[in-house]
């Protein structure tokens, strides 16, 4: 019996916790909405956090896109070989990169570049009690630094999208065209043939917008809620990276669900 | 008739409900005076701080702070009313992402329509009052502990506060730097007439400076009294205190159920 | 100085973003030789008895160019054919006796819809209707034919 208590227990125990979780998350989230027009007043504010959290990761989206994009031409080539489409490689390195792995690797990239120092960021502000200093000096924590960082956050992952999926078509093309001899023409003409601007380009734009908000809240959040010390702060930058890849990968499967 | 910026009455809290931190604590400070809070660590002092300033509400009791009584207001109301309220944290807690220039003129850039020029003429005030005039540009971290815990004073005075918090001022400082800030806090309240209350566990500086002093012990007010009142007190946990006996009513040993020879099997 | 690195920097990378996203809604998704705006194109209509798997968004061909796509399909509920728009664009006229095939890419490839100009002097007009059509060939179709043909010989 009192086996069968526990087990029950350690079965809710941390359903309870996502709740609570989930519950924060959404509060503070209100509270975000609330203030939103608070850093509009001081846009430096916002450019400030553009800076560390879209322009510092540029380098690393880049590249990133770039290898990527140049896997999918490789595998793509062998196995369309087979089928003797060769000349489909551009339309397949285009569409995975634009529907699929760009808002997705790059949400994923930017949550362990840029989510994880806001995390660290906000939970040492709280170690060193700066947020209560903050808030004794009568100014709101949420406006004057989640704000901003969400803000920042939303505008740079779209962005930086953008650039993964055209680092990306460029790996794809350097591999298809350039190493292996494919034309040039029939790279670009097959790929303008499948992509659509508003089935693909958009909606990608769309996901990385959503899992932008994803990810910016969810490394506010554990920094909130980081306990104030050195291995609670170290925690909370974990529990971001991996929080984010997971709600990223759930999120991109309803959205994927919903629009294609 | 006397005027007082901070009446506490029968004041319980606790983050849990089995182990209040502070059990029915009342205090009235008055207006214009230097009054000391005293105790050993976890006692409850920084608690009562945080009471005062708002940052956490009473399970019990009123708090009422420049006639206001804040337990029965809007966060909204609080925040206007804690522009009148200055604080002091004990390790400083300055922005590490901005320049002391900037650290100090938060307040005024958040809080008041001042030109850039005039804003730039108040904070060179304030850092020439803590002696640091022409450290604008510097980065907190660039800093000295004694250093930054006086433009951490500069700052938490940028609006001229009606109403003064220190939490423990002096902890970490070297001799001088402490017997510094310990003049610059008489000074300045002198200067300004500002209520000041200071939570501290350094003797002898407080004694210098303070008007009245409260000591806690276990979420209680166990004495209280000029500083004349202590220093002359029997009261056996205010003399060991000040003594800093390790043998008395205050013990140093962790209050456990467990019975250390039992535990380790000698009886 | 510093905060103008920061403003400076933040400019180039809104830039770049522009740029990338211009990138790849001009060069990546659009098609040439097809205008995206109402004006640069006309619409006509074609009627088939099967259309086999033609889809939405496939080309329409002439000699294997790409002219327009097949923007829509529908089923006229007194004839049973089905119909489709095609949206054409406007730098190609085809006279009024311009045929429409469903053909398919390879063997097993997607199907488009090609077109064959006639002979008539008077062009289609916005709004007009392909009168001649053939189908699809469904290869069950074509399999069934060859196996009758063959047993009544």
Not at chain 1, 26 to 34: A, D, G, H, R
Not at chain 2, 21 to 49: D, E, F, Q, R, Y
Request: one cysteine or more; glycine letters at 8%; charged letters at 15%.
């Amino acid at each position: 019996m009192q086996k069968l208590i526990n087990f029950l227990a350690a079965l809710g125990n941390p359903f309870v916790g996502f709740i609570l979780h989930l519950g924060g998350i959404f509060n503070l989230f209100l509270e975000i909405m609330l203030s939103l027009a608070y850093p509009f007043k001081k846009p430096t504010l916002i450019i400030k956090e553009i800076y560390f959290s879209g322009v510092r990761s540029l380098v690393i989206i880049a590249i990133s896109g770039w290898f990527v994009g140049m896997v999918l031409g490789l595998q793509g080539y062998n196995t369309l070989q087979r089928f003797g489409s060769v000349s489909m490689i551009g339309s397949l390195v285009a569409l995975s990169l634009l529907r699929e792995l760009g808002p997705v690797l790059t949400a994923i990239l930017f949550a362990s570049r840029a989510g994880s120092g806001i995390t660290a960021e906000i939970g040492l502000m709280k170690a060193t009690e700066q947020l209560d200093a903050m808030s004794v000096m009568a100014v709101s924590p949420i406006k004057r630094i989640v704000v901003p960082k969400f803000i920042g956050g939303i505008i740079s992952v779209p962005i930086l999208a953008c650039l993964f999926n055209t680092a990306g078509i460029f790996g794809g093309y350097f591999v298809s065209v350039v190493l292996l001899k494919l034309d040039n023409g029939t790279f670009w003409s097959q790929m303008s043939d499948s992509v659509s601007l508003h089935e693909d380009v958009i909606n990608g734009i769309i996901k990385s917008f959503i899992f932008g908000i994803a990810v910016t809240l969810i490394a506010v959040y554990q920094g909130f809620i980081a306990k104030p010390t050195a291995d609670g702060v170290s925690s909370a930058t974990t529990r971001t990276v991996v929080g984010s890849a997971l709600v990223v990968l759930a999120l991109d499967f309803i959205l994927t669900a919903l629009m294609f | 008739m006397q005027e007082y910026s901070v009446i506490v009455e029968n004041v319980t809290f606790g983050y849990n409900e089995d182990m209040p931190i502070l059990k029915n604590v009342s205090l009235k400070i008055p207006a214009g005076k230097t009054v000391a809070i005293m105790g050993g660590s976890g006692c409850g002092k920084t608690t009562l701080l945080k009471l005062i300033s708002g940052q956490i509400r009473p399970s019990l009791g009123t708090v009422t702070v420049l006639n206001q009584e804040i337990t029965k207001q809007s966060n909204k109301q609080i925040l206007e009313l804690r522009k009148k309220i200055g604080m002091l944290f004990q390790f400083g807690a300055l922005f590490t992402d901005m320049s002391v220039y900037e650290n100090v003129a938060f307040c005024l850039k958040e809080h008041t329509d001042l030109s850039e020029s005039m804003i730039k003429k108040i904070v060179a005030m304030k850092l020439n009052a803590v002696g640091l005039f022409g450290t604008e540009q510097l980065m907190p971290q660039e800093l000295s502990g004694g250093m930054s815990r006086r433009v951490a004073l500069a700052r938490s005075m940028a609006l001229d506060p009606e109403l003064m918090m220190y939490d423990e001022p002096f902890t970490g400082l070297d001799p001088i730097s402490l017997n510094v800030s310990a003049m610059l806090i008489q000074k300045l309240n002198k200067a300004l007439k500002q209520t000041s209350i200071l939570v501290t566990h350094d003797i002898e500086s407080s004694l210098k400076i303070v008007d009245y002093i409260y000591f806690m012990a276990d979420g209680k007010i166990i004495a209280e009294g000029t500083p004349m009142d202590v220093q002359n007190t029997d009261n056996p946990m205010v003399r060991q205190f000040i003594e800093g006996k390790v043998n008395g009513p205050y013990s140093f040993e962790y209050k456990t159920n467990l019975d250390y020879n039992t535990y380790l099997g000698i009886l | 100085m510093k905060r103008l690195t920061i403003d400076f920097s933040v400019g180039i990378f809104v830039l770049i973003g522009i740029c990338c996203l211009a990138f790849l809604s001009i060069k990546v998704a659009t098609h040439t030789n097809f205008g995206s705006s109402d004006k640069d194109n006309y619409t006509v209509y074609a009627g088939f008895s099967n259309i086999g798997s033609l889809k939405v968004n496939a080309p329409v061909k002439v000699s294997g160019f790409i002219v327009g796509r097949v923007t829509n399909i529908s089923l006229n509920p007194k004839t049973y054919q089905a119909v489709t728009t095609l949206t054409i664009n406007n730098s190609y006229q085809f006279s009024s006796d311009t045929s429409a095939q469903i053909l398919t890419t390879g063997l097993l490839g997607e199907q488009y819809l090609a077109l064959q100009s006639g002979a008539d002097s008077s062009m289609l007009k916005n709004g007009d209707t392909i009168n001649i059509t053939s189908s699809a060939l469904v290869l069950e179709d074509l399999i069934g034919k060859f196996m009758t043909g063959s047993t009544s010989k």
